[in-house]
């Protein structure tokens, strides 16, 4: 059985500040692995996947993330916030045969102050 | 080349009622998933659709729930006999064959008064 957890249900960083977002898994196979972020009243949308290859993933809008398979770890990280990056981030998996369906984590909201 | 197009956005059904939610996937995308997401919880699969067939329902409660993705048209996830814990928002995604990765479109608001 596939699970992600989100252990942070809140971040709150300062603007300018470095922020990382926390995820682990458990898959059985290889996992492919993503980040999506909602906007209140929104769908999600896509940031970064890591499928195979470098560990250091780099996505939209300055969004990067670390694959760790000993730590079985994807934590989200931006070198320095915006207070428009404040939104709901969720962490998804997969296996990389079988099922093709996401299994999502519980959502971590961001919050960036000025 | 648009987006994955739900509609409608936001529907209100009365308890006993039927919810039929539409989803037309990007162009040349013949995957289809639905998923719901209740209120600051993530998003839990539902099904899994290819044109005319069903590849996964392993999320799908086992009564009045229903979908399909036929060769024409969009793809319709039913809820007969709606109950006030079916009000949640309902989101559809799709991909092309082969592809790792899923778009998402803005979901259904369904509220069950």
């Known amino acids: 059985a596939q699970s992600v957890a989100q252990p942070e249900d809140q971040v709150n960083v300062a603007e300018g500040n470095p922020l990382t977002v926390k995820c682990t898994y458990s898959v059985s196979g290889n996992p492919y692995l993503f980040w999506y972020v909602q906007y209140p009243n929104r769908g999600l949308q896509f940031l970064l996947k890591y499928i195979t290859g470098d560990n250091l993933v780099k996505g939209s809008y300055g969004f990067e993330a670390e694959f760790n398979k000993s730590q079985t770890s994807f934590h989200l990280k931006k070198p320095s916030a915006l207070v428009s990056d404040s939104a709901l981030y969720f962490c998804?998996?997969?296996?990389?045969?079988?099922?093709?369906?996401?299994?999502f984590g519980s959502g971590t909201r961001l919050q960036v102050q000025p | 080349n648009a987006g994955v197009m739900q509609n409608p956005r936001h529907l209100v059904r009365r308890r006993g009622q039927e919810a039929r939610l539409r989803c037309s996937p990007m162009?040349?995308?013949?995957?289809v998933y639905w998923y719901r997401q209740l209120p600051e919880e993530g998003l839990k699969f539902m099904v899994y659709?290819?044109?005319?067939?069903?590849?996964?329902e392993s999320g799908m409660p086992k009564e009045r729930f229903s979908a399909e993705f036929p060769k024409e048209g969009p793809s319709i996830l039913r809820i007969q006999q709606v109950v006030r814990g079916d009000s949640a928002a309902y989101f559809c995604?799709?991909?092309?064959?082969?592809?790792?990765?899923?778009?998402f479109g803005q979901g259904t608001r369904l509220t069950v008064v």
């Open positions: 995604a799709s991909s092309v064959p082969g592809n790792t990765e899923a778009f």
């Open positions: 162009k040349g995308h013949s995957h």
């Open positions: 998804a998996v997969r296996e990389d045969t079988g099922r093709r369906a996401l299994t």
């Open positions: 659709l290819q044109k005319e067939n069903i590849i996964d």
